[in-house]
């Protein structure tokens, strides 16, 4: 029986079928909506900066392309740091509480990009600094990711931690969609405020999130709960970084969600230095494909597989990868974007199906571990995998996550360095081969480590 008192509850056990449908599932969805909520509005603060860096030189600031592409890649840097402490906050102080803390501090980049972005003398430093706090909503995705996966049985972890994942990565759109249409609007006396020079209200680029996310952080007070089932000390956790697979599997994720959050962040000024005459608000077609695919990822590799599905998925980023080259060399536009659209919606995929992988093989290495140990070894080995997996899931993200600043970067030094992008996407594609490589040696080959574990070899992860 679950026991429960206004925030916490006792004795979850999503696994037992009887359970699950008269209590959990109910209880499981409602936080998972909120999750998303919240989890969204971090997305959205993160890559903030990828649409109002395009603005910047129209509002008055004089800073050079590679120091626009810096304020772009900052955040993602400072996301992935954030997501090593993230992920280990939901088992000390529990997903609810944590969720109301982490939508909370998201007021502080908010309102400092308000304030600077209306004073065009501000140093750059000042700058990469206010860029730098966007970053916090970046660590939101790893330990919403973990509370998550507390909620769901195994054999629904990939559809709930894809439909998790993707209600967060489309804030990526939402951000690119929106922001250049509200910074050309004083909508209300709250958000009105003075245009800059550009005659842009760049500052509503930060108000806009104020209701939104006080809407999120009631939500979380309300409508979320803490799991009992879910603390664990940090040592427990810290297991998890001496396991071989969490860093291939890490090196794998840079590959699938680190590609996805440094194309969404450089696209917009990508767009703008490649093809000056498009628009950028187009910008948010990328994420938006790459954020709805992610499900798919999920449901797909529940369905036939991880390994298989990351595999083809990292022959296809290279295929659209060589086809994004070849467009920009011809300044052929339409082609670009639709090379470009391919390669999200084959992040989304990978994000999905790679996440997936995580709690099967950290659950398959607990239960050969307990073999011989009875029923009473095998509910610890499962309890111990659960705990486990949520920590390498944050651990993974947050290494994956470095994609966001590496991407953006390497594409700031190409251009300045030969004028073009080009070795940047080079310097990708050779990357997306070794992630190749590594998905087949590890997961898919014949006697690999997946493939001799009947679990893994029927779950093909």
Known sequence: ????????????????????????????????????????????????????????????????????????????????????????????????????????????????????????????????????LAGLGGGNFASSMANISFFYPDRMKGWALGLNAAGGNIGVSTVQLLVPLLMGLGIINLYRGTPGPGGIYLQNAGLMWLVPLAVAVFGAIVFMNNLASARSNFKAQLATVGRKHTWIMSYIYIGTFGSFIGYSAAFPLLIKTQFPSVTVAIAFLGPMVGSLSRPLGGLLADKIGGAIMTFWNFIVMGAATIGVMYFINVKDFSGFLAMFLVLFVATGIGNGSTYRMIPSIFREEKLREAKGTGEAGRAAALKSASVESAAALGFIGAIGACGGYFIPRGFGASIAATGSPHLALEIYLAFYATCLALTWWYYLRKGSVATSTSSLAQARV
């Open 1 to 132: 029986m679950t026991t429960t008192n206004s925030t916490w509850i006792a004795d979850w056990n999503p696994e037992d079928e009887k359970f699950w449908n008269a209590t959990g599932k109910a209880i499981a969805l409602r936080n998972l909506i909120w999750s998303i909520v919240a989890e969204h509005l971090g997305f959205s603060i993160w890559l903030i900066w990828s649409i109002v860096a395009t603005k910047l030189p129209q509002a008055g600031f004089h800073y050079s392309t590679d120091q626009l592409f810096q304020l772009v890649a900052l955040p993602g840097l400072i996301g992935a740091l954030m997501r090593f402490p993230y992920t280990f906050a939901v088992t000390t102080f529990g997903g609810r509480n944590w969720t109301i803390i982490s939508a909370s501090v998201l007021f502080i980049p908010t309102l400092a990009l308000a304030y600077f972005v209306t004073k065009p003398d501000t140093p750059f430093a000042t700058m990469a600094l206010v860029a730098a």
